[in-house]
């Protein structure tokens, strides 16, 4: 399939990146949207045909190379607000011309709001109690609406936390900052971002238009256990740990809200519909191949922590 038709990568950082290797390594091209002259060399370097333009801009999208392409839409909302601008940038701008193929959009399980730490399937209703969740449901509800009206297979991939090589949280345990206490850290929920990439080609070639994926390695575990392991992995010290009433007090927003909204994702419909084998099911299997593959230069990304 994916030699058969080219790909466009809109937000193309370190999972565009994967992605668009596992593309070309079986024949296929990819062009990736490109913000300015670095993000062009960047993506150059990697082999990505660049493409200028600024989802925050709409004047500079007139010329989106969309025609019968598959399109992996990666890029995050804007700051601030409950609506996802660069989204409705995007759908207005490719509302012009010959439509995609089809559009994988890379959404996150945060649009489930705080679940009581209740198993959550793709049925769950959606209940954003944050305004970056209520912007990634807007995104959602926007490129649902934009595909139905053009004719386009729309897909929306709720992905968990992302950790990998190059993703660790080095600065946060460098730093010292401190942990909930293991007895009170609800269940957080995460995936392996090479397998996060296996399953945007999944979902590209199998997924029918309209279809919903929880997407993680189905195995909570809690953001202390987490932090701790890799703290041992990197032979620094476990980070201290304090109980939520000081947490509430010193921690910022996101973490805290990843603590209090909880829920455990079930990934069944994932692993069933997509066919997907994980090449890392659990958190022990990645952290072994980030050993495997840990090097100076990807100590010093500080990547998703998981929810």
Request: hydrophobic share 40%; proline share 7%.
């Amino acid at each position: 399939m994916f030699r058969e038709s080219e790909s466009l990568i809109v937000g193309c950082g370190d999972v565009g990146v994967r992605v668009a290797r596992l593309i070309q390594a079986v024949g296929g091209s990819v062009v990736g949207l490109a913000r300015s002259a670095q993000s062009e060399k960047r993506l150059q370097s990697s082999a990505i045909e660049p493409v200028a333009g600024n989802l925050d801009d709409l004047s500079t999208l007139n010329d989106l190379p969309l025609a019968d392409r598959l399109v992996f839409y990666l890029a995050p909302p804007p700051g601030g607000g409950p609506f996802d601008t660069r989204m409705r940038n995007f759908c207005a701008a490719a509302s012009h011309g010959q439509p995609p193929q089809k559009v994988i959009y890379m959404s996150t399980s945060g649009v489930y709001g705080d679940c009581g730490g209740q198993w959550v399937t793709e049925e769950t209703p959606v209940n954003p109690q944050t305004s970056r969740a209520e912007r990634r449901v807007d995104a959602e509800r926007a490129v649902t609406t934009w595909g139905r009206s053009q004719g386009v297979a729309v897909v929306i991939l709720r992905v968990t936390g992302i950790y990998g090589p190059g993703r660790l949280p080095l600065a946060r345990l460098q730093q010292g900052h401190p942990l909930l206490r293991e007895d009170q850290s609800p269940p957080t929920n995460r995936i392996h971002a090479d397998d996060l990439a296996q399953v945007c080609l999944a979902a590209a070639e199998k997924a029918e238009d309209g279809a919903i994926f929880n997407i993680s390695d189905g195995q909570p575990g809690t953001m202390t256990q987490y932090f701790n392991a890799m703290a041992d992995l990197l032979a620094l010290p476990r980070p201290p740990q304090i109980d939520m009433e000081e947490a509430k007090k010193v921690m910022n927003p996101m973490m805290l809200s990843y603590l209090t909204e909880t829920r455990r994702m079930d990934n069944r419909k994932m692993i069933e519909n997509l066919g997907v084998s994980l090449q890392f099911p659990d958190l022990d299997a990645g952290l072994k191949n980030i050993v495997d593959q840990l090097d100076a230069p990807n100590m010093g990304y500080l990547g998703s922590v998981g929810h």
